[in-house]
């Protein structure tokens, strides 16, 4: 109890070697000095991680590490996401196991120096494929997917990032994946992949505030906690549901009652709206946070996996897992506005430069080949580089994007 309260008045008061290869095609833009961008990517085959360099020269991978690799073998590297300051690196991993592992790495102060353990690894619940940090750095936030496991609720585990514990798993719902933290550090957002759902965490009770249906045809707010008695399904409040969108473009969806297999949450940098990625019914739900209610639905192609926006709430990016591409949407007018193949099978992950200008994807790649990063240039709307990395890329994040 008392690990529980400091925890919420912390939070409370707080709102390898190097691996060189030849550089890809340099970017083609003689009206703008180019910034740099350095992003790490993770590879679930191999658990090695991989820095990449992206600036006016190309792209090329800069220096790649290993896991430390316990007796369990390998690890399945995830989620990544690197702390506010930049110093560290916490890695995600939850393969051939039934716990996801969390492991901290110091990153490199200056040339020459490599990623260094730093903590852990620590156990989470089963599975955790997905992770997201506190704007303070203080907590990140993991759901425990628990996909080989019973289809029971599962959890969503806070870490204390600076000493590396695990502070509590707080109960959601079946299958939570793609957990995102709002700009605030008010909320945490997650979906459940099997019950169709959209849930809140408040991050100072520590319990799901707020539950949003995203069934197809049943889009609407579900009943709360004690409403309900426990965590778990419910049906969506009728009225709520029938509510008109509000003013402006509801894209056309798919018949009612198709599961909507929710995969990723991404909140708008404004705090206003929120994305559900629907793997299932190949649509990105707008749900406004305010009202708690369907705005917009988005019809996509094959299988939305991850989303997010671009800082000044221009375009949304969402990558095709099943389709093999990137689709971008122009959120002023309301319209899909190009469909980017991707340069292999299977895109994963995907992160947004801070100034909006590139949307950088980890592509799994095909059945034993090579994984690999793709840049898509959001102004231009075309891949403007690519870079193999090992196989089955998944998790990345941006370090540290730097002004030319």
Not at 212 to 219: A, D, H, K, L, P
Request: hydrophobic share 35%; net charge negative.
């Amino acid at each position: 109890m008392h690990l529980l309260s400091s925890w919420a008045l912390l939070l409370s008061t707080l709102f390898l070697g190097p691996s060189s290869t030849q550089p890809g095609p340099a970017m083609s833009d003689p009206d703008r000095d180019a910034d740099e961008y350095w992003i790490y990517v993770g590879s679930q085959v191999g658990d090695e991680i991989h820095r990449i360099h992206f600036g006016p020269e190309g792209i090329r991978v800069e220096a790649s590490f290993s896991l430390a690799i316990t007796a369990n073998g390998s690890e399945g590297t995830r989620g990544l996401v690197i702390s506010p300051d930049q110093r560290h690196l916490y890695v995600l991993t939850g393969e051939g196991q039934e716990e996801g592992r969390l492991w901290k790495y110091a990153l490199p102060r200056s040339g020459g120096e490599s990623e260094q353990l730093a903590d852990g690894p620590i156990r989470l619940g089963p599975l955790s494929t997905t992770i997201d940090i506190s704007p303070d750095g203080s907590f990140l936030f993991s759901p425990n997917f628990n996909f080989y496991g019973e289809r029971v609720p599962s959890t969503l585990s806070v870490v204390f990032g600076p000493d590396l514990y695990e502070v509590v798993r707080i109960e959601l719902c079946t299958m939570p994946h793609g957990a995102r933290v709002s700009p605030s550090g008010n909320h945490i957002y997650t979906v459940c992949m099997m019950d169709d759902q959209l849930v809140e965490v408040d991050a100072l009770s520590m319990e799901p505030s707020r539950r949003f249906s995203v069934s197809q045809g049943r889009e609407g707010p579900l009943p709360t906690e004690l409403e309900r008695g426990g965590p778990g399904t419910g049906d969506p409040d009728p009225d709520a549901a029938a509510a008109p969108p509000a003013a402006g473009l509801r894209l056309p969806g798919t018949s009612s009652g198709m599961t909507c297999a929710p995969t990723w949450a991404s909140p708008s940098e404004n705090g206003r709206w929120i994305w559900v990625a629907c793997n299932g019914t190949d649509e990105i739900h707008e749900v406004d946070l305010e009202g708690w209610r369907l705005r917009r639905t988005f019809r996509t192609g094959r299988g939305p996996y991850q989303v997010a926006s671009t800082p000044d709430g221009r375009h949304l990016v969402t990558t095709l897992r099943q389709g093999g591409a990137v689709e971008i949407f122009d959120l002023v007018e309301g319209f899909s506005v190009a469909r980017i193949p991707t340069s292999a099978p299977g895109a994963h992950g995907l992160a947004i430069s801070p100034d909006g200008r590139y949307a950088f994807v980890s592509v799994e790649g095909s059945e034993g080949g090579a994984g690999k990063l793709d840049v898509v240039d959001l102004e231009r709307l075309e891949r403007v580089a690519e870079v193999e990395v090992g196989p089955q890329a998944s998790g990345i994040a941006i370090w540290k994007p730097e002004p030319r």
